[in-house]
C-alpha cells in the first residue's frame, strides 16, 4: 500500500467504532429470560440465528398445536445473523458457478426452489409486518479485471443455455458505471430479482417478535451443553435446568455441533466488514446508485457492497481468516490490519469519496464446508436434524434448510429431501495441521489466481478434482 494511500485509509477509520453497525440499533429488544427449570415439549430448536428461528415459526406454521421451545446461547440474532452484510439471495448453491460445478443435473430445480424460498421470505416480510428494510433490488456482479468480464459472459450463456437467465442482464463497461460510477467496474452482471438487501438484524429480530407470538416459547442466554437420547425422544441439558423433547433441530452452524461427528464438516472463517458515515446528496450524486443494487465483485478474494436505508455503504469481504485450531472466540472478531486494507481498496473504487469515513468496523465467524453450501442430516435414529455449512450465503437459504431439517425430522420424502444437495455430503475437513496449512495454501493460491488473470495452479486444480475447488 502507497504511503499516502495508506495515510488515507487510516484517517478513514479514526472515528470507527469496533462493534456491527446493526446491533446497534436503538429498536434492538431486551433479552429474554434464561431457562431456570425443566421444559417439555415437541420441538427444541437449538439456536436463534436465522437457522433457529426460521425453524421454529415454519414448526408453528406447519402445525399451530405444536409445542416449540428455541433456546440460544447468547441473545438472538447477536453472531453471524446480526452481523453479516444483509444480502438475502435466491441462491442455495452458493452461486451459479458452485452449484453448476456440483449439481448440474438438478441445477435447474435449485434455482426455482430457491426463488421459491425467496419469495417466501418477502411473503413473511409481509404478513408478519418484519420491518427489516427489505428491497428486492437485485445484485451485480462486477468484474474489475478482462478475465473476468469473459467469465461473466460464459456463465450467462450457460444459464441461458439451461434457461435459467431470466432476469439476468449483462452490463458493458458503460452500462455498469451508469448504475453505480466507480473507474475499476470493467462489466457486470446484473440478477435483477434474486437478491434483496435488508436489515440483518432488524430480521433476526422481527423473526423472534414472530415467534412468540405463535407461541414459541424462547429461552435466551440459555447454551445447550449435552445432547443424549431420553426414551423416544432427546435431552438437553442447559446450565440452570434442561430440556426434554420428541424431536430437536440443530441450528448452531459455525459453533460446534452437539453431533460430534458433524463438526469435522465445518470450520470457522473470519469475515469483515466497514460502515460508512451517511453520505452526502453531493457524494450520492458521485457515485448514481440510483436502484441501490448489491455488489460483489468477481475475484477470488472479492468484496461485497451494498447502500444501506441511511445511504451509507457497507464494504466487506476479501480478507477470509482461519485461526489454528479452528476456534470461535470474541478476541478474533477484530482485526485492525484488514480493516486498513479494507479501506485503501474502497478508496481505490470509489476515489471520489475521499475524505468520508468510517463510522463501523467488526467481524464475525462463518460456517464454512468444503462445497460452499450447506448440508444437512439426522441423527439419533431420526430424532435429530441439523443443517450447517451456509459459508456467507445463509440469510436467505436457512429458510429453505429449515423447511429440510423439518421434512426430514416428520421423515417425509418431499421434493427437498430427494435432492442430491441434500442426500449428499461434503468432504470433511482433515486434522489439524492439514487442515490449516491446506486452507493457508488455498488462500495463497486464490490470490495468485486474482493476480495472473484468473488462472489457477496445480494446488487449486487439484482441489477441483477431490470436489475442494472454490470459485467466488
Keep these: 500500500m502507497a504511503p499516502a494511500a495508506m495515510r488515507l485509509a487510516a484517517q478513514s477509520l479514526s472515528d ?6 446493526w446491533l446497534e440499533d436503538p429498536g434492538k429488544p431486551g433479552a429474554l429470560p434464561a431457562l431456570t427449570d425443566t421444559e417439555r415439549c415437541d420441538l427444541l430448536v437449538v439456536g436463534g440465528g436465522y437457522s433457529g428461528l426460521w425453524t ?9 398445536s405444536r409445542d416449540v421451545v428455541l433456546i440460544e446461547g447468547n441473545e438472538v440474532g447477536w453472531a453471524a445473523s446480526g452481523r453479516n452484510g444483509g444480502f438475502c439471495a435466491a441462491s442455495l448453491t452458493h452461486g451459479f458457478g458452485n452449484g453448476l460445478a456440483r449439481w448440474p443435473d438438478e441445477l435447474g430445480t435449485l434455482e426455482k426452489l430457491g426463488e421459491r424460498n425467496l419469495d417466501a421470505i418477502e411473503e413473511a416480510v409481509a404478513r408478519y409486518d418484519l420491518d427489516c428494510e427489505f428491497e428486492r433490488t437485485g445484485e451485480i456482479d462486477v468484474a474489475t479485471e478482462p478475465y473476468q468480464v469473459e467469465e461473466l459472459h460464459e456463465w450467462y450463456e450457460e444459464a441461458d443455455r439451461l ?12 452500462a455498469v458505471r451508469a448504475e453505480v460510477a466507480s473507474p475499476t467496474f470493467l462489466g457486470g452482471m446484473w440478477d435483477r430479482r434474486g437478491v434483496a438487501m435488508l436489515h440483518p438484524a432488524k430480521l ?3 423473526l423472534k417478535r414472530a415467534c412468540t407470538a405463535a407461541g414459541v416459547r424462547i429461552y435466551e442466554n440459555t447454551r445447550a451443553l449435552e445432547l443424549v437420547s431420553v426414551g423416544t425422544g ?26 460430534k461427528r458433524v463438526r469435522s464438516y465445518v470450520v470457522p472463517v473470519y469475515d469483515y466488514a466497514l460502515m460508512t458515515e451517511p453520505l452526502s446528496a453531493e457524494q450520492l450524486a458521485s457515485i448514481g446508485w440510483k436502484n441501490r443494487q448489491g455488489l460483489g465483485d468477481s475475484a477470488n478474494q472479492f468484496h461485497y457492497f451494498r447502500i444501506t436505508a441511511d445511504n451509507r455503504i457497507l464494504w466487506g469481504g476479501y480478507d477470509a481468516i482461519y485461526r489454528f485450531g479452528g476456534r470461535v472466540s470474541a478476541e478474533m472478531d477484530h482485526r485492525p490490519e484488514t480493516y486498513l486494507k479494507l479501506a485503501e481498496h474502497f478508496f481505490r473504487c470509489f476515489p471520489q469519496l475521499e475524505g468520508l469515513r468510517f463510522s463501523h468496523a467488526w467481524g464475525g465467524a462463518i460456517d464454512t464446508c468444503s462445497r460452499f453450501s450447506a448440508f444437512f442430516g439426522t441423527a439419533y435414529q431420526g430424532k435429530v436434524a441439523y443443517a450447517a455449512g451456509f459459508t ?9 434448510g429449515a423447511d429440510v431439517m423439518l421434512d426430514l425430522l416428520a421423515g417425509e420424502r418431499t421434493e427437498r429431501t430427494e435432492l442430491e444437495m441434500v442426500r449428499s455430503k461434503p468432504l470433511p475437513f482433515p486434522p489439524e495441521p492439514l487442515a490449516w496449512a491446506g486452507i493457508g495454501i488455498t488462500k495463497w493460491s486464490l490470490a495468485r489466481a486474482d493476480e495472473n488473470g ?11 478434482r477431490v470436489g475442494l475447488g472454490f470459485d467466488s
Design 392 to 400: 456467507g450465503l445463509g440469510v436467505g437459504a436457512t429458510r429453505f
Design 16 to 21: 470507527a467504532q469496533p462493534v456491527p453497525f
Design 204 to 206: 433476526a429480530w422481527g
Design 454 to 464: 484468473g488462472r489457477r495452479n496445480l494446488w487449486l486444480k487439484a482441489m477441483d
Design 56 to 64: 421454529a415459526l415454519l414448526a408453528k406454521e406447519r402445525d399451530p
Design 163 to 174: 434457461g435459467l437467465a431470466d432476469g439476468l442482464e449483462l452490463l458493458d463497461q458503460d
Design 234 to 259: 432427546m435431552g438437553v441439558k442447559t446450565p440452570y435446568g434442561k430440556i426434554v423433547a420428541r424431536r430437536v433441530a440443530l441450528g448452531t452452524n459455525v459453533f460446534p455441533s452437539l453431533v
